[in-house]
């Protein structure tokens, strides 16, 4: 089992809703990021927090609203989606340590159709 | 910005043969190199690592070589087994937080 939990594990919206998607890990990791994926293509960057401060933005629609509370969660609230959101949401996390790269653990995330 | 071509596409094995998949990357600042494996409805899950400091790195039925001259990295699968079955993807990185994948590999152990 993954040590990222995401929830919830599918979710049906329409153009005008507005709903969040929910990232836990209790691995003390102080860096979290959000992934989109689509099918059959590898994961794309979507935001990169460190130390709950938003450090990358990979210039992605304001209609996608990331935010890390505390350490341990991230959300991403969603509003005014377009059908071409539908993919795979994924949260993953790892240390933080500066120049020293460290591994990236993934949850299972978050499956997105927009109807 | 970091490029990671990922070959074969799909790739089908008899049980109990090898399997290797080959990437390789652009950038020569690139000193990270995870493999991911993703099962269907899953995500990706962190199989082996290797850094630009070390040419091979074994974990079980698993290693992964890196040519930094060349720069190619490759991931070899031994004794497959069903389980083996998913889709691969290389990665590459040069700072903390930035990985280049590869397009991936589906990989089919028939039994």
């Known amino acids: 089992d993954t040590e990222v939990t995401q929830t919830p594990k599918h979710l049906v919206m329409g153009m005008t809703n507005k709903k969040s998607l929910k990232c836990e890990q209790h691995m003390g990791h102080r860096a979290m990021y959000w992934y989109k994926q689509k099918a059959k293509k590898p994961p794309e960057l979507m935001f990169v927090?460190?130390?709950?401060?938003?450090?990358i933005n990979e210039s992605v629609p304001s209609r996608f609203s990331p935010e890390c509370p505390n350490s341990s969660l991230l959300n991403l609230h969603l509003h005014a989606l377009q059908p071409e959101d539908s993919a795979l949401y994924l949260c993953?996390?790892?240390?933080?340590?500066?120049?020293?790269?460290?591994?990236?653990?993934f949850g299972d995330g978050t499956r997105l159709s927009i109807l | 910005g970091e490029n990671v071509e990922q070959h074969p596409s799909t790739l089908s094995v008899q049980e109990g043969d090898s399997a290797v998949i080959k990437c390789t990357y652009s950038d020569s600042a690139s000193n990270y190199f995870p493999w991911y494996k993703q099962e269907l409805g899953k995500g990706p899950q962190l199989i082996i690592d290797?850094?630009?400091?070390?040419g091979e790195k074994k974990d079980q039925r698993i290693a992964v070589t890196l040519n930094k001259t060349a720069k190619h990295f490759s991931l070899h699968i031994t004794e497959t087994q069903p389980e083996d079955s998913a889709v691969y993807f290389c990665a590459a990185s040069s700072n903390d937080y930035k990985l280049s994948f590869g397009a991936g590999t589906t990989v089919t152990v028939r039994a």
């Open positions: 927090y460190s130390y709950e401060k938003l450090s």
């Open positions: 993953a996390s790892s240390q933080d340590r500066g120049s020293h790269y460290q591994p990236q653990h």
């Open positions: 290797i850094r630009s400091n070390v």
